[in-house]
Nanobody, 123 residues
Framework: QVQLVESGGGLVQAGDSLRLSCAASGRTFDSYAMGWFRQVPGKEREFVAAISRHAINTYYLDSVKDRFTVSRDNAKNTVYLQMDTLTPEDTAVYYC????????????????WGQGTQVTVSS
């Protein structure tokens, strides 16, 4: 069982930056690929970024790949999402997720989810 807790969300202006963190419980953090997803009310959950167990591979949604950076610190059981040059279209609840199988862009491949953190970008 893995528990995930996101933090770092907030209200910012367009062009600002935020860094989201996701702290995981347990001693097997490096057994999991990690992903970030986001969801706007009334819309489907959207893949944002993913990172493999030892950070060898990363994947991004096309619209964020030049602005967002996913990273992880396995010694701290934490995954990060650095978000730069934010736009109002990035407004959403952001979730981190852990996959015991593989690094994936598909939400159904993830076994554990955090509770989410709200990111609001004003214009």
């Amino acid at each position: 069982q893995v528990q995930l807790v996101e933090s770092g969300g907030g209200l910012v202006q367009a062009g600002d930056s935020l860094r989201l963190s996701c702290a995981a419980s347990g001693r097997t953090f490096d057994s999991y690929a990690m992903g970030w997803f986001r969801q706007v009310p009334g819309k489907e959950r959207e893949f944002v970024a993913a990172i493999s167990r030892h950070a060898i591979n990363t994947y991004y949604l096309d619209s964020v790949k030049d602005r967002f950076t996913v990273s992880r610190d396995n010694a701290k059981n934490t995954v990060y999402l650095q978000m730069d040059t934010l736009t109002p279209e990035d407004t959403a609840v952001y979730y981190c997720a852990a996959s015991s199988s593989h690094t994936s862009t598909t939400g159904s491949d993830y076994d554990y989810w955090g509770q989410g953190t709200q990111v609001t970008v004003s214009s």
